[in-house]
């Protein structure tokens, strides 16, 4: 094969890699911070999708464009879950939170089912078709646009954790809990935002999802295990960890879609998981927990 | 023989021990009772009775959360597929290789996790891992027929040929009555051995466990070694009662997750609660599904979705599951 049909296959898996990186970012900060392991996360990526799609089919609104008012509307249902369905639980065991989010997950992906079918969907945009030449490399437009989006809502993420109180409070919390709680901060409620802004992460990065692929209702539980190995390759609670580990694991799939076959991919991801686990189990920029 | 009756049952009051055998004779009678949609509802439930005891061994004793069952059903299920369409074995040798190949692969996963620390929510992400391997593996192996799936040959059966597991609902209902009160009684002595009471141990505290002088890198061992063995004939029993096995299915993230309902909802870490679990939630899935059915609603999604609600209901108001509950209501042994 000629050099630059991998060079081509790469980009594309970079450009892929992150927005898998965006998604994974959701589940890190929730998990770094609220300390619990949202199980559904796939699943309300792929609500995120749908309403993209709905959104698209019906009054054509481009989804570059509903990006930012699906991810507020994913923030407002993550806010409430854990307000509302959670946060008695993160006192709980940790398998008892995990089977909790096992069980919205399960109620997450049929539902979509019975409302939408099986069927596979998509968003036909204008642009769906054109791409950018740059000497041999040519990339999709498309995933071009999204992993531009995906670098923009990442950057503000960081810089929201950086230079705003509440993101100073909500580190504060993931630092020291009790500590947290004697300075007077109002947990619960941080730990709220906390999960809306994992889940308007995840949801942003479903919107601009489905500039790539097609979405169907089993896709849930295959992104939430994207993102698990994500997060535990780039280090579970950092978040330049997810970004990178998106990005990894984005590379690797579209290597190993070329030289193996496409639907053989994921078995590569989850073996980078094993060799992350074997020899670096905190993940390649995470801390040995002490 | 009657030593190991009466181990069994020092503990147990008299009431418990008449509920036990009055719900045996109910079971063994039941197929002349019952009509033949009920006996396979009844095999599916005793399926998943026995599935959830030997994902219990793991979980309820030893405290290990395994979401990737599906990986050792799976493998009993191909191997005992491929040795008896290629080369005639029967289903119970079959058996005989099933069971060590799984025990092998819960001994890689054991080992590569608690040797390393990986536990608690990253051991449950490794095992999904491997059960996720596993399907994709096996979606592109030829000898298994990939994708395409694997057929056993269904003859008429002109009697019940109990040797190579060919016959009609009522014997493989026995067959899993026999299985299901097997797993139950090897967990009993289990939990009441040495073994058991350091499994117990290192659920509570594995640190203290360790403290205590307990190698609780072996016992987890066997734990997962166990568990995955007996979890094999499970598949065997699939393989030969549907005859046929794709990938997709077998290996599915969601057979690992039905098979841990019952026990979960019955009760983790008691030997009543799997059984009880897979009563109550097949039982009531059924009665929806015949519901939605007279109401002429066909909802694909809809008996998963009562699934989530189920675990999501037990999960937030009985963490420790119906049984224990129920148990003393009963007036009866909770049965560890």
Redesign the interface.
């Known amino acids: 094969m000629p050099y630059d049909v991998y060079l081509n296959v790469a980009v594309g898996g970079l450009l892929t890699g992150l927005v898998y990186g965006l998604m994974a970012l959701g589940l890190s900060v929730i998990f770094g911070v609220v300390r619990v392991?949202n199980f559904a996360h796939g699943e309300m990526m792929s609500i995120a999708m749908y309403l993209a799609v709905v959104l698209f089919s019906a009054f054509h609104l481009d989804p570059l464009i509903m990006m930012v008012p699906i991810a507020a509307v994913l923030f407002v249902f993550g806010y409430a879950l854990q307000s509302g369905l959670i946060n008695?639980f993160i006192t709980?065991p940790?398998?008892?939170q995990?089977?909790?989010l096992?069980?919205?997950?399960?109620?997450i992906?049929?539902?979509?089912?019975?409302v939408f079918g099986?069927d596979a969907r998509t968003v036909q945009t204008a642009y769906a078709f054109d791409s950018f030449q740059l000497g041999a490399l040519i990339v999709a437009a498309a995933k071009v646009y999204a992993a531009a989006a995906a670098i923009l809502f990442a950057a503000l993420l960081f810089a929201f954790f950086r230079f705003t109180l509440i993101g100073k409070a909500i580190r504060a919390c993931a630092d020291n809990y009790t500590g947290a709680l004697v300075v007077g901060l109002n947990v619960n409620r941080l730990y709220a935002l906390t999960f809306g802004i994992g889940a308007a992460c995840v949801g942003a990065a479903g919107v601009m999802m489905t500039l790539i692929v097609d979405v169907t209702?089993m896709i849930g539980?295959t992104y939430t295990?994207l993102a698990?190995?994500i997060v535990?390759t780039g280090g579970l609670g950092s978040m330049p960890g997810a970004l990178l580990g998106g990005i990894l694991i984005g590379l690797t799939e579209a290597l190993a879609g070329l030289l193996f076959?496409p639907?053989?991919k994921?078995?590569f991801a989850?073996?980078i998981?094993?060799l992350v686990?074997?020899f670096r189990?905190q993940g390649i920029l995470g801390k040995r927990a002490a | 023989m009657a030593a190991l009756v009466a181990r069994l049952t020092d503990d147990l009051s008299r009431r418990t021990m008449i509920w036990l055998a009055a719900l045996f004779v109910a079971l063994l009678i039941a197929p002349w009772v019952v009509g033949d949609y009920l006996v396979t509802v009844l095999i599916l439930i005793l399926y998943l009775a026995y599935t959830g005891q030997a994902w219990n061994i793991m979980?309820g004793f030893a405290g290990q959360?395994s979401?990737g069952h599906a990986i050792y059903a799976g493998l009993g299920a191909y191997i005992a597929a491929v040795l008896f369409t290629r080369y005639g074995v029967g289903p119970w040798f079959g058996l005989l290789a099933a069971m060590p190949v799984a025990a092998g692969c819960g001994a890689v996963i054991g080992y590569?996790?608690f040797r390393?620390?990986?536990t608690?929510?990253?051991f449950?992400?490794?095992t999904?891992?491997?059960a996720?391997?596993a399907r994709?593996?096996f979606?592109?192996l030829g000898v298994v027929n990939a994708a395409a799936g694997l057929f056993l040959p269904v003859a008429q059966y002109t009697h019940n040929d109990l040797w190579r597991l060919r016959g009609d609902p009522t014997m493989f209902y026995y067959v899993m009555l026999a299985a299901t009160l097997a797993a139950f009684v090897l967990c009993r002595l289990l939990i009441k051995s040495r073994i058991g009471y350091f499994w117990l141990a290192i659920r509570e505290d594995e640190e203290a466990a360790r403290a205590a002088g307990i190698d609780t890198f072996r016992y987890k061992m066997y734990a997962v070694m166990i568990s995955a063995a007996v979890t094999s004939f499970a598949g065997v029993f699939y393989a030969f009662f549907y005859n046929n096995l794709f990938p997709e299915q077998v290996f599915n993230?969601s057979q690992s997750?039905q098979m841990i309902l019952g026990p979960?909802i019955g009760g983790v870490g008691t030997l009543f609660g799997p059984i009880l679990g897979a009563f109550v939630l097949t039982g009531l899935a059924e009665s929806l599904n015949s519901a939605l059915t007279a109401c002429g609603l066909d909802?694909?999604?809809?008996e998963?979705?009562f699934?989530?609600?189920c675990?999501?209901l037990v999960?937030?108001t009985l963490?420790e599951g119906i049984w224990p509950w129920l148990a003393r209501r009963l007036g009866v042994t909770e049965l560890a």
């Not at chain 1, 096992?102 to 109620?107: C, N, P």
């Open positions: 392991v008695p709980r940790e398998h008892s995990f089977l909790l096992v069980a919205l997950a399960i109620i992906v049929n539902t979509l089912l019975i099986p209702p539980p295990l698990f190995v535990i076959t639907s053989a994921s078995m989850f073996g998981l094993v686990l074997l189990p | 979980m959360l979401l590569l996790a390393f620390g990986v608690g929510v990253y449950a992400i490794l999904i891992a491997f996720e391997f994709i593996g979606d592109h993230i997750i979960i909802l694909p999604g809809a998963q979705v699934y989530g609600v675990l999501l999960v937030a963490p």
